[in-house]
């Protein structure tokens, strides 16, 4: 069974050396596991019992499209309203724990490796169920409408009943767990798995539109950022700005996995607080 990593939080001792990996640049940053500690994490209104760490917002002149939070919530916490934004998608990826996930009138349980996705303006709540901290990501993002095309639609579902589409000629290597038919131009966000098994390798300095958020749930890699080679292992995060060239080698004993944000199938923005409404 996947094991997925999920920070423990805690903070380091007073005697430990301040050699850390964390970085921010122009084009990318990274959030190694070490940083999420006890005192970064943030609270939400309506939410009892819970707390989080805010790992992506939206920042001008950097990753302008979601947000992205590590939650970590009590037995008997969570929400019975716990989005404020009524024009805002969720897609909600569980690592440990158990929880109930109410989207109208359906209950769905979700357990490790569970995955939700939330459209725009549906009423939904979320409490944690059983005796562990219920771990999850949460990805927000506005949803973009377009002539023609329709709100994407709930569902549920677990990683584990979908097969992983290994990218061609790589003889299984590099490998995609996708949520969502690409093809299917309602949904503006793809939140996918991505798998990398030892000497798997991404062999080119992909360079694209799409801005990225990557958690890494397991294993470790050396993966390419802009100019710069970082090494990233389980409980990392990176996140890109559009057009930020990446690539990646897994040079661990094990898979090395990771969870993906990217937005996709819309218009290139031509408007916005820069264009003095134009």
């Known amino acids: 069974m996947t094991a997925y990593y999920a920070p423990p939080g805690g903070l380091p ?3 430990a050396i301040h050699t850390g990996r964390a970085v921010f640049t122009e084009a ?32 001008s002149g950097f990753s302008e499209t979601f947000s992205q939070y590590v939650m970590e919530v009590e037995p008997g916490g969570g929400s019975d309203r716990p989005e404020n934004d009524p024009a805002a998608q969720s ?15 359906a209950k769905h349980h979700l357990t490790s490796g569970g995955y939700a996705y939330i459209p725009a303006g549906t009423t939904w709540r979320l409490w944690a169920v059983g ?7 949460w990805v927000r993002k506005i949803w973009e409408p377009a002539e023609g095309i329709e709100k994407p639609t709930a569902f549920v579902t677990n990683e584990r009943q979908i097969a992983p589409i290994a990218m061609p000629d790589t003889d299984g290597r590099w490998a995609t767990t996708r949520f ?11 939140v996918n798995i991505v798998t990398f098994l030892p000497g798997g390798v991404i062999p080119f300095e992909e360079t694209h539109v799409m801005e990225h958020g990557l958690y890494v749930l397991e294993g470790k890699a050396v993966y390419r950022l802009n100019r710069d080679w970082v090494e990233v292992e389980a409980g990392d995060f ?8 990446q690539a990646c080698y897994a040079a661990g004993p094990g898979p090395f996995r990771y969870l993906l944000y990217k937005d996709v199938n819309r218009h290139a923005r031509l ?5 003095a409404g134009r």
């Open 271 to 275: 408007r916005g607080p820069w264009s």
């Open 180 to 190: 969502v038919d690409p093809a299917d131009l309602r949904h503006d966000m793809h």
């Open 131 to 137: 005796t562990e901290p219920a771990r999850f990501h």
């Open 238 to 245: 990176m996140w890109l700005r559009a057009y930020c060239p």
């Open 91 to 105: 897609v909600i990826f569980v690592t440990a724990g158990e929880l109930t996930l109410a989207i109208g009138d």
């Open 13 to 15: 001792p007073q005697s």
């Open 28 to 59: 990318y940053a990274v959030i190694p596991k070490g940083v999420f500690s006890d005192i970064v994490t943030s609270y939400l209104p309506g939410w009892t019992d819970t707390r989080l760490w805010m790992i992506a917002r939206p920042m």
